[in-house]
């Protein structure tokens, strides 16, 4: 059975329809069904900035649903202590698209909260997250200034009221989003992995890597998500109690990942972001699809940079000798490479790590 579906590409909606398409979402559902819809709108930024979820992927959804005759449709989101959701839903496309496709807002900050007790602690849950009858999480894969990364496990702090959002932070952040997620359990994840944060939850350093992925498992989806950003996913405190807590399974050499539009991978753009810039200097592309061409970026930002010559990744390597280092398989020709199409950022970070004399920066 897949664990992870993962799709490439620049059409966002159409990438989404597809994945759901490849899962048989659909077999799962009925049309008497109340769907809730989960994006990370956590400021009112559009998505490009790395922040928010592309309206684009939810669009997808939407109507793939609507294409089974499920109609009864509400996206739910709470922004975060200080910014307002009604601003965020209008800024982010979410206003235009509900009206499009004649679905519901709902912005839980107005929620009536619902006590639950999770291995003796009580959380307060926003009644709508917990009224749904098939709830979508539709997070984006990005860094994060305290915890690290971002995903699945951490975006249902949009489903608890503002009062507990500043509650989770006195009580250090990890625990209790490993909590929620005993309680709160989404039926499905769609993650947007496009142009998630290099290092903020709040954006600024969008990271292309046109990725859309979709599962079932949260943790195994932020463990494979830490992988690509350059962690191991016991380096992500939360990620590591809700393993201990039971929430489900790291990804590992036997996770099993249905990869669809490989040969549509898009090559990299050129980024407007400066820490993407000044990292870019270390790195010699040609022709590099998106996706390999993040990894790299993750893992030097994770190194700090390195010294000597750069690392060279793209497809215009291909069937090429040459000197010095590579990434990905296109570059097997070099005279050594870190293996992978596209490879992990935990890989790169461990290569790195493992010749530190002669790369990394003294
Ligand atoms: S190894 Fe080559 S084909 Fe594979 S993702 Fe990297 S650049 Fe693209």
Known sequence: MTDIFINYGTNLQKMTYELMEAANIAGRLNTTMKIGIKPNLVVSRPADGGATTHPEIVEGIIRYLQAYGINNITILEGSWVGDSTQLAFKNCGYTALAEKY???????KKDKAVQVKSKGTSLNVCESALNMDYLINVPV???HCQTG???????????????????????GLD????????????????VDSVCGDLSFEEGGNPIVANRIMLGFDPLLLDSFGAQLMGFKPDEIEYIRIGKAYGIGKYADADTKELELGTENRPKTGVSHSNTVKKLSKFIEADSACSACYAALVYALDRAGGIRGESIKIGQGYRGKKCAGI???????GCQTYVMGCPPKASDIVDFIKNNQNNILKD
């Open 175 to 190: 625990k209790p989003i490993a909590l929620l997620n005993t309680v709160l359990r989404p039926d499905l994840h769609i």
């Open 149 to 171: 990364m971002t995903c699945c496990m951490k975006n249902l702090k949009g489903c608890i009221p503002d009062s507990e959002k500043r509650r989770f932070h006195t009580m």
């Open 141 to 143: 894969l990005k860094g």
């Open 102 to 108: 004649g679905v519901k807002l709902h912005d839980t």
């Open 326 to 332: 590579g990434v990905g398989n296109c570059t097997k």
